[in-house]
């Protein structure tokens, strides 16, 4: 009987070693297959589904599956590179054209004053397309990936001392005041974050009455640098501080002015991008504060 029991216990022992082995194996194989798709190098022709298990077939169907999937999405992105770059070389010289006839139409001294007053509303509107263009090219490329921003550190004073909007705020006798930021640096694009940052003072300027006051100041914090881009405007209401920034989204109090709402959505796929953000605050008829924080080293900035 002793001797019955010891070759039970041995067998069961021996099946228990064998199914360890095998899920063993598995695992290891399993594992395999992950990594090789983490890193990208899982290829099809390495596994054969005759050799695989129920659960290695699956996972191997699972994999192939989204290796197509990014065959397709690349495929995709591919597509759309060509189509912006079409759209911003056909669209480039039509509209260039438009607007120096236009402007030609403008200065013909043989037209009289309601003609050249058509005139001027063509060209206003052909600046108008072009600025739009631009802007969902630059838009599109950010988007899917064929333009990317680099972070790196640089200094808050440069960023502060290359926007140029003193003869734009000259023009409707707006007081502008830029502070000083000697000494703060921050992470972040300098190209791609002033194109942001000027996005946001000429909505600044153009959306504050005559006589009133835009002014930018930089603040030091311990993981970020914050901008406050502040105006004496017309403000908003809590419901459109939500939907600002929307693409294309503008306020009904704003429909005369010039812009087509995609400055600010541009700005938050920046400063995104760069592993900054952006709030507002604002109440009708007292102004708006958009304040801008930028990461101050790389380990606060998300992966690109």
Known sequence: MIYFLASVIIILLAALAVMYMRMSELISRLDNMIESAANGSFSESEYSEKRLSRLESKMYRYLTAGKTARRRITAEKDNIKTLVSDVSHQTKTPAANILLYAQLLCESKTL???????ARQIEQQ?????????SLIKTSR???GILT??????SIAKLLGALDFTAQA??????LSIGKADG?????DLKWTLEALSNILDNAVKYTPKGGTVSVKAQEYEMFVRIDVADSGIGMSEDETAKVFSRFYRSP???QEKG??????????????EGGYIKVTSKIDQGSTFSVFLPKTNANMSKL
């Open 142 to 144: 950010l988007e899917n």
């Open 126 to 134: 052909t600046e108008k397309l072009n600025f739009l263009i631009a």
């Open 260 to 273: 087509v709402g995609i400055g600010l959505y541009l700005a938050r796929e920046i400063l995104s991008r």
């Open 184 to 188: 703060i640096s921050a992470c972040f």
């Open 170 to 175: 000259r023009e409707k006798d707006i007081k």
């Open 112 to 118: 009289n004053e309601n003609d050249k007053k058509l």
């Open 253 to 255: 109090r704003v429909s």
């Open 149 to 154: 921003v680099e972070p790196k550190e640089e």
